[in-house]
């Protein structure tokens, strides 16, 4: 979903990939930028730069009152920050040092960038979320998927899959993805899952394995999916955190109460992540 907003801005949290130079020099550069322009920087980690005030851990940038977060990584650190967070704050994301599937600017477009949010020529995205829990523990959110796969080698688990409304399906596998439309370009389309349009309010179920080829699943995200394994199972968060899950217990996933917002300048819309990948 996407709105245009005149997003008031004064307060500014840089966060940036750690013990990567080139993405430290881009980020002090910004930070100048928008210091030049008399607007509040915070960073993490610290830039030492004179101005900028700093926090010790992404945590904290979440106890201060920011209107704009200005990422300065590859998609790895986004994913984190937007777990850690877990906040309706908008992010401008500048892509150094990875493919920058989630990225909207290259370091060379960022202060043009500013100027643009100052005038309110920008649009704020909103993308689904994926909230799970299992026995009364909620995991931190997914932006991309929730991964569910065996822990042994030696078994292959049973996974029993409640659609919900009655439609309970139990098949023999490896592992199964449950994806956001964000996430149909991450781990899912390497299983050659489907791309889905960004804004739909969908989750993409992707078996991992599946002995009897189950299809790929695309189920509206307006009530909860629920999965069981046989054998215990590891939760794998964005390809990042890593839980673990007993045999025989569902696991309980549905829509995110908060979405993550992210400032987009371009026509291209939902379709943005295709480019991204190269796709021309």
């Known amino acids: 979903m996407v709105g245009r907003n ?5 307060r500014i949290a840089m ?13 002090r550069d910004i930070a100048q930028a928008l210091l030049d322009r008399g607007l509040s920087v915070t960073s993490f980690p610290n ?16 106890a201060r009152k920011i209107d704009l977060i200005v990422t300065v990584s590859g998609d790895g650190t986004i994913l984190r920050m937007l777990r850690v967070l877990d906040n309706t704050t908008p992010c401008l ?13 290259k370091p060379e477009q960022a202060r043009v960038a500013i100027d643009k949010i100052l005038k309110g020529d920008m649009t704020i995205e909103k993308r689904l979320r994926i909230k799970s829990e299992f026995e009364g523990t909620v995991f931190p959110p997914a932006l991309n998927e929730v991964h ?11 996974f029993t899959i409640d659609l919900d ?10 592992g199964i993805l449950i994806s956001t ?32 080829r189950f299809p ?49 300048f371009d026509t291209a819309g939902s379709f943005r992540q295709l480019k991204n990948l190269g796709f021309k």
């Open 216 to 264: 790929v699943i695309v189920k509206r995200a307006n009530s909860p999916v629920r999965v069981l394994g046989s054998f215990a199972l590891h939760l794998i968060i964005d390809g990042q955190d890593v839980f673990g899950v007993e045999a025989d217990t569902f696991v309980t996933f549905r829509k995110h109460e908060r979405d993550a917002n992210f400032v987009r």
């Open 15 to 27: 966060i940036t990939k750690e013990g990567h130079g080139e993405a430290k020099e881009v980020a």
């Open 47 to 62: 830039l030492h730069l004179k101005g900028v005030d700093h926090v010790p851990n992404v945590k904290q940038v979440g």
């Open 181 to 212: 439309p964000t996430g149909s370009t991450g781990h899912s389309y390497s299983y050659g899952a489907s791309f889905l349009e960004g804004s739909l309010d969908s989750f993409m179920i992707t078996p991992e394995g599946s002995i009897n």
């Open 93 to 105: 994301c500048v892509n150094v040092g990875g493919r920058g599937i989630l990225s909207e600017i």
């Open 165 to 174: 409304s009655g439609a309970v399906f139990t098949q023999r596998m490896d």
């Open 148 to 158: 569910l796969v065996k822990q042994t080698l030696a078994h292959t688990p049973n």
């Open 6 to 10: 005149l997003l008031k801005v004064s």
